[in-house]
């Protein structure tokens, strides 16, 4: 799995979607992936209790820098300002039911963060392409152009992609994700996470940290709680785009508090 970061004036690609959805906090069930033996298997291993360093440390490793960046600055905090609204582009519907349960899965977990499914194309700014394993190299160079498609596939050899662009405020103004849709349930589900959360902002992917699906060596295939303090902590609002490494760490210390009730909440934790 692999994301992209460039710069706002880079590459104008259209995408697409409808409204937003409120909740309340609740205990949520998990999403059809749990009903995949080697997905359930890994939500009953999961750990979900972590230590404030430990948190942070992830935050800080995956919200800054990027795996792979075409062009711009990644030494500051990038996130959507805006409603994200997400447009599943392909042929295959049940993916797309799968694709829609993932996304309202984020938006349940995630309090700050205002995304929701569309059917139509024109007023995106996440756009899922979905595509057959063989298509995937010729999407690639659809998307990025066959020169730096090579380089993606060089650095990367990726089997999802995902990527985003910035303004000058750091404000993510469009996402693109890319994610084969024939390489059995497993894959789908672990690639639709990854990609559309790292869509959202948490780009760089990191070794060091092995609690998180933004690890090349983690697999998950659901939205674990790890990783839902990262999305919740970037997210919230006195984080946000454009603030410096300094900046954030004068805020987290107070953020972090009221993210681990949150997190605690709506995952039923009782520590």
């Not at 697409?16 to 009903?35: D, H, M, N, R």
Request: charge should be negative; charged fraction near 25%.
């Amino acid at each position: 799995m692999s994301a992209l970061d460039w710069s706002w004036h880079f590459l104008r690609i259209v995408a697409v979607i409808l409204a937003g959805i409120g909740f309340e906090a609740a205990v949520w069930p998990p999403v059809a992936s749990a009903e995949i033996p080697a997905i359930a298997s890994r939500q009953r291993a999961e750990r979900k209790i972590f230590a404030d360093g430990e948190i942070i440390d992830g935050f800080l490793k995956t919200a800054f820098g990027a795996e792979y960046h075409l062009a711009g600055r990644v030494d500051r905090i990038r996130k959507y300002q805006t409603p994200v609204r997400v447009f599943a582009d392909g042929n295959r519907s049940d993916r797309k039911t799968q694709l829609a349960r993932i996304v309202a899965d984020i938006a349940r977990r995630v309090q700050h963060l205002d995304i929701a499914m569309a059917d139509t194309g024109d007023a995106a700014n996440v756009r899922v392409k979905l595509v057959r394993d063989r298509d995937l190299n010729r999407t690639i160079s659809t998307f990025y152009g066959s020169e730096r498609a090579r380089e993606i596939r060089g650095s990367l050899d990726p089997q999802c992609l995902s990527g985003f662009r910035k303004n000058e405020k750091f404000e993510i103004e469009h996402s693109d994700v890319i994610i084969t849709v024939d390489t059995g349930d497993f894959t789908f589900f672990d690639c639709a996470y990854e990609e559309l959360l790292q869509s959202l902002g948490p780009i760089n992917d990191t070794a060091t940290v092995p609690w998180t699906m933004f690890n090349d060596n983690v697999s998950m295939g659901f939205f674990d709680v790890y990783d839902q303090y990262i999305l919740n902590l970037l997210y919230d609002p006195r984080i946000k785009a454009g603030m410096t490494l300094t900046e954030v760490k004068e805020v987290l210390p107070a953020v972090l508090v009221d993210v681990r009730t949150w997190v605690r909440k709506v995952n039923g934790l009782t520590e």
